[in-house]
């Protein structure tokens, strides 16, 4: 039987694909009939609700249709309903909670067909390759299916088979939705901002992605890269010999699902270092590596007897590029500080709002609908309620998610999904902001450098409570050490590159014509109990060493060179 022609497609290709079925209609044809009948009664049935009133009683049940729909189609649209409930810019909101349910467990096919993909792929009998095998498969997905078996070497192995004839089913489908986005859009409201085909070729780029298996190879060793020297992530080794893009065999992972607290605590593993593990290492993949784990629900990730991550199933990655980095570390800090305007203009550089857009008019409605996220307290803030509240500004304001951050939202949301099964009173920020905190009053990088200078300055004048509140979130982290860090704040303030922080911060002191005494005090209050005299000391004495004396003279002569002699004259100039 020869293979049908787009199983040859290495990368999602909409004109070839598009080509293809203009040629041989036919092929189409009964499929696109299936889809329109199943949804025309969706739809009407939302009319009728509209018309007759009752769409607040029925919201739920026409999500569950909805739901109901996707699942009976099959894998192309389980997955574009996975893709989509993480895009509040196209779908209502009740729609998304019903959608964020999808499964994409399907029955079983054959060994037969799973054995002779595998020969055929690999060039092996199962026999060859494998002692043992499991007689059924252990998971069926809607893409792939997974035996248990160990090698002739000793090692237990997961080998993933795809399905047969996945490619063309995908390409007929991926073809018909994109038929039907480009007939719909003309009647989509306008605020959707853009054209709604783009949305279904970026979905088609990441399906492709995740059905090649060489890819998902790939994947695993850059993210094991990652976290080379992170002993509590755990990555299965690559086994290429038996694999190919179809094929996937990879180690075996002991480890215990992320589903109830009682099965960990039985297993002797802390559900409280794994909700550690997994929320810094998800920052880690987003602010450090840019290279993140997009599909993080509880089937891909396992907790270990040593309180390990472990980490499956590589095929929907992405990559961030750096400015998108620290941008997006830009967005968090603005949302904390409640700088709405500052944050508007990070939207339009992520790419949320169109470059050109008036932010005024929405700087409000971001106060209004984000102002009390964060609360009393910065331990309220909750990344559901962001996403949820979002949502409402998508369809009075022309936003729009980007591929990439659908992908974060879907990851960083699941992430704590997760972690509030584990732990109901988790909050997300208890970790995740002290680990921003640390990585800004580090300044490790010039990147990271300028943040914490964006940070602490407001239109040039120095904000000393954001510098306090930094502080204090930094250090709700047992682990954290204040001396480290400001030893690589001296440092900095001494360098080249510290000369403007050293005279906006001198100006900061003496703003007024009176040192901010009180100010100081209050750092000082914050920070004195886990700082003594001689770690002080050791910490200026390996900072001074880095510098000659006549350096560390020119720094002092140019910090006290501009100070008004006013300011050691006022009442306050004296330290308490």
Do not use: C
Request: aromatic fraction near 12%.
């Amino acid at each position: 039987m020869n293979p049908h022609p787009l199983s040859q497609l290495q990368r999602y290709d909409a004109d070839a694909i598009a080509r293809y079925y203009r040629r041989r209609p036919w092929e189409a044809i009964w499929r696109a009939l299936v889809i329109i009948w199943l949804f025309a009664g969706f739809v009407i049935g939302l009319q009728f609700d509209y018309w007759f009133q009752r769409e607040p009683d029925h919201k739920s049940k026409r999500a569950q249709q909805l739901r109901k729909i996707l699942t009976h189609l099959g894998p192309t649209f389980i997955k574009v309903g996975q893709a989509l409930s993480t895009r509040p810019d196209l779908i209502r909101k009740d729609f998304l909670e019903e959608l964020v349910k999808l499964q994409d467990q399907l029955p079983p096919f054959s060994n037969t067909i799973a054995f002779s993909i595998f020969e055929r792929d690999v060039g092996l009998t199962v026999e060859e390759a494998f002692q043992d095998i499991s007689p059924s498969p252990i998971a069926a997905a809607s893409l792939a299916q997974v035996y248990r078996a160990q090698l002739h070497t000793g090692e237990e192995v997961a080998v993933k088979v795809q399905r047969p004839n996945l490619l063309p089913r995908l390409t007929r489908d991926l073809f018909l939705i994109r038929l039907g986005s480009r007939f719909l859009s003309p009647f989509l409201p306008l605020n959707l901002g853009h054209d709604l085909t783009l949305v279904v070729d970026e979905f088609g780029i990441k399906l492709f992605e995740e059905i090649d298996y060489v890819n998902e190879g790939h994947n695993a060793e850059k993210f094991a890269y990652n976290f080379r020297d992170n002993p509590r992530v755990k990555v299965p080794e690559i086994y290429w010999k038996y694999s190919s893009r179809k094929i996937l065999v990879l180690e075996w992972i002991h480890g215990y699902k992320l589903t109830t607290t009682t099965n960990l605590r039985q297993a002797g593993i802390d559900p409280k270092a794994i909700i550690e593990v997994g929320v810094i290492s998800g920052l880690q993949q987003l602010l450090e590596h840019g290279f993140f784990h997009a599909d993080p629900h509880p089937g891909n990730l396992f907790a270990t007897k040593d309180n390990q991550m472990a980490f499956i199933d590589f095929g929907m990655m992405d990559q961030l590029d750096p400015w998108m980095k620290e941008t997006l570390v830009d967005a968090i800090v603005h949302l904390v500080n409640k700088d709405y305007e500052d944050l508007a203009h990070a939207f339009v550089k992520l790419g949320f709002l169109s470059p050109g857009t008036d932010i005024y008019p929405i700087v409000p409605a971001l106060e209004m609908v984000l102002g009390d996220i964060v609360g009393q307290s910065v331990r309220d803030f909750n990344i559901k309620t962001v996403t949820d509240r979002f949502s409402e500004l998508m369809y009075e304001y022309p936003f729009r998610v980007p591929a990439k951050f659908a992908l974060i939202i879907r990851s960083v949301v699941t992430q704590e999904g997760l972690a509030l099964s584990l732990d109901p009173n988790f909050k997300i920020v208890d970790l995740g902001y002290p680990y921003i905190a640390q990585q800004l009053l580090r300044g490790e990088s010039p990147q990271l450098r300028r943040r914490l200078l964006d940070v602490l300055f407001k239109d040039g004048e120095f904000k000393w409570s954001r510098l306090e509140n930094l502080i204090e979130i930094a250090r709700t982290d047992e682990t954290f050490d204040i001396i480290p860090t400001a030893q690589l704040g001296l440092q900095y303030l001494m360098s080249e590159e510290g000369r403007f922080l050293r005279q906006q911060l001198l100006l900061a002191l003496t703003e007024g014509d009176r040192l901010h005494t009180e100010e100081v005090q209050r750092l000082w209050n914050l920070i004195k109990e886990d700082v003594k005299p001689e770690r002080i000391w050791d910490a200026a004495i390996t900072s001074l060493t880095e510098f000659s004396a006549q350096r560390a003279s020119e720094v002092a002569s140019e910090w006290f060179r501009d100070v008004p002699l006013s300011a050691f004259n006022s009442p306050t100039s004296s330290l308490r």
